[in-house]
């Protein structure tokens, strides 16, 4: 079971800006490190999979400065901690979250892919649009059929390519940042015996 606490801890002052800096921390109060890590994984630590509960409440709870520091402090009873165990699980996380970024690398690159072959068929359809002006009268009735029926489905070839490549990867970059954070925040194990 854990306990979540956002709070903003203030840091030592920034000698080149103005004021003191803040930085952001996520506190998370666990019974045992098996609190981190699925529940119907029976592996060891190194290879055990980290719990979606737990990762999905460290996205949803997550908060930044303005330059994106922000740390994850676990406490938990003393007797329960062993710093062996809290240097394998840093690791892990992360290893984890590395690899969600790499997960989210690979889904901008599928959408703008598809993007880009949208964009392709839609100029293809296009062109082909052009070459049946000049093979066929255009005033024929046949053109004006072909016409009407392939230029539509150019033009929404163009603009659903343009539309995946510039808009729908938005989302998946989002997560991109959030996971990078986790990657490099500083994850802190603390006896709450010592609050």
Do not use: C
Request: no cysteine; net charge negative.
């Amino acid at each position: 079971m854990f306990v979540w606490q956002s709070v903003l801890v203030p840091m030592e002052e920034d000698k080149t800006q103005e004021g003191p800096s803040d930085l952001k921390e996520i506190t998370i109060q666990l019974d045992n490190y098996d609190d981190i890590f699925s529940d119907f994984d029976p592996r060891p630590y190194h290879s055990r999979e980290l719990s979606e509960d737990f990762i999905k409440e460290m996205r949803r709870r997550y908060l930044e400065d303005k330059r994106g520091r922000f740390e994850v402090r676990f406490t938990m009873p003393s007797s329960e901690r062993d710093q062996k165990e809290e240097a394998l699980i840093k690791k892990r996380l992360r290893e984890h979250f590395a690899s969600m970024v790499e997960n989210e690398n690979d889904t901008v690159s599928q959408i703008r892919s598809r993007g880009y072959i949208y964009m392709l068929i839609g100029a293809i359809v296009l062109v082909a649009d052009v070459f049946a002006l000049f093979a066929l009268n255009e005033s024929s009735v046949f053109y004006q059929i072909l016409s009407v029926l392939i230029v539509p489905a150019g033009w929404y070839g163009m603009f659903t390519g343009i539309g995946k490549i510039l808009d729908e990867p938005a989302e998946a970059i989002e997560r991109k940042g959030i996971y990078e954070k986790f990657e490099k925040a500083a994850y802190i194990f603390m006896s709450e015996e010592l609050e």
